[in-house]
């Protein structure tokens, strides 16, 4: 009998205040296709209204905690291999530009 396959973490980054409602439409594009996701978003100085929007996702982990000494493009790294290291075996980038349109 095969053995279920942990669920797949999705991680994705924002610093941009102006990026928010892309963050959120990537998001909801994501968790309305995909029901077994496990959403981490970082997203320092996030505003209310995302942690409000976050508070009412079960499936949405939102962080305001900003990666020390990480900026750019070297976020992107970083944050995969921060998940990996927690010991989750299935990390997934995603760009807050992108329209999920069928389970990942």
Excluded: F
């Excluded at 997203?43 to 020390?68: C, F, I, K, N």
């Amino acid at each position: 009998m095969e053995e279920p396959r942990p669920p797949l973490r999705v991680c994705a980054y924002e610093d941009r205040k102006e990026a928010m409602d892309s963050l959120i439409l990537m998001a909801e594009s994501l968790c309305a296709v995909d029901k077994d996701v496990s959403l981490h978003l970082t997203v320092p100085d996030a505003p209310e209204s995302a942690l409000a929007w976050a508070h009412r996702r079960p499936e949405v982990v939102l962080s305001t905690e900003r990666p020390e000494g990480v900026t750019g493009w070297d976020v992107k790294p970083w944050l995969l291999l921060h998940h990996l290291n927690q010991g989750i075996p299935r990390v997934l980038w995603l760009d807050d530009d992108i329209i999920v349109t069928r389970p990942i």
